[in-house]
């Protein structure tokens, strides 16, 4: 994976978001692989996709990406909410390629965020436009990557650096029961996970619980929300994201 853009592919643009555009998404499609199965190279879908720039022919996969210069934020201005929110929720939501490049054009960071961590909470809904605006009423949206768990950002180059391919597929898979689950188990599980990780690498069910409230206040109509807690330990338990060490311990395994 050559970690330079093809910058005379950008000669014929002036505006700083096209020459972006044209140099990030020709970096994808010649430089990038499907994260699930390997595959190389992306297929591009025609221009003007609701969501989706990319596809795997092998697995169907989708991808959007979305590129930034120097850091990657939390915050990640989108499309318009509408459209984001029903792409997400429908059976072909893409999964997100996220970019930061240099100012030399050099790729520092590049990551995949699997469809199944994004959930309706992730998508904030932006004021809309102002009556003067061109686009007077048009209602945009921002991702917030705050509440994706760290297992949900598989990087295929950080800091410069390559990532091993069979360890971005590894990586990719290990989270795909995530798709077999309903919307609301799927939620339930995304967000225990999320406490989990601003815990020290081993920890306690007690120091789980201390996060009750806080997910009450996400799930207000369970009343259950320790059982729900064990049940959803339980569940990265068995797909080999935490480990149980006996007598309410456990560790991650990430």
């Known amino acids: 994976m050559d970690l330079n853009f093809n910058q005379q592919l950008a000669s014929a643009y002036k505006s700083p978001s096209q020459i972006v555009r044209v140099l990030s998404e020709d970096w994808v499609a010649k430089q990038s692989y499907c994260p699930n199965c390997s595959a190389q190279p992306l297929a591009e ?74 959930k ?15 686009r007077a009423g048009w209602v945009g949206c921002n991702i917030d990557l705050s509440q994706v768990p760290e297992s949900g950002k598989v990087y295929l180059a950080k800091n410069r650096t390559v990532i091993a391919r069979d360890t971005v597929t590894q990586q990719f898979q290990k989270t795909l029961f995530l798709r077999q689950q309903s919307l609301d188990s799927r939620g339930w599980t995304l967000d225990v996970w999320q406490c989990i990780d601003r815990l020290d690498d081993k920890f306690t069910l007690k120091q789980v619980y201390a996060f009750a ?8 109509d369970n009343n259950h929300v320790k059982d729900k807690i064990r049940q959803q330990l339980q569940v990265l338990r068995d797909k080999g994201i935490i480990e149980f060490l006996g007598r309410g311990y456990y560790q991650k395994l990430y």
């Open 45 to 118: 879908f025609a221009n003007n996709e609701p969501v989706a720039d990319f596809y795997c022919a092998n697995c169907k996969e989708q991808f959007e990406l979305k590129s930034k210069k120097a850091k990657l934020s939390q915050i990640i201005n989108d499309g318009a909410y509408e459209t984001m929110l029903a792409r997400i929720n429908s059976d072909d939501n893409p999964s997100f390629f996220f970019l930061t490049y240099s100012p030399e054009f050099t790729v520092n960071n590049f990551l995949i965020i699997p469809k199944q961590f994004f």
């Open 120 to 134: 309706p909470e992730i998508i904030i809904r932006r004021k809309p436009l102002a009556a003067t605006a061109k």
């Open 213 to 220: 409230d806080e997910l009450q206040a996400k799930h207000p």
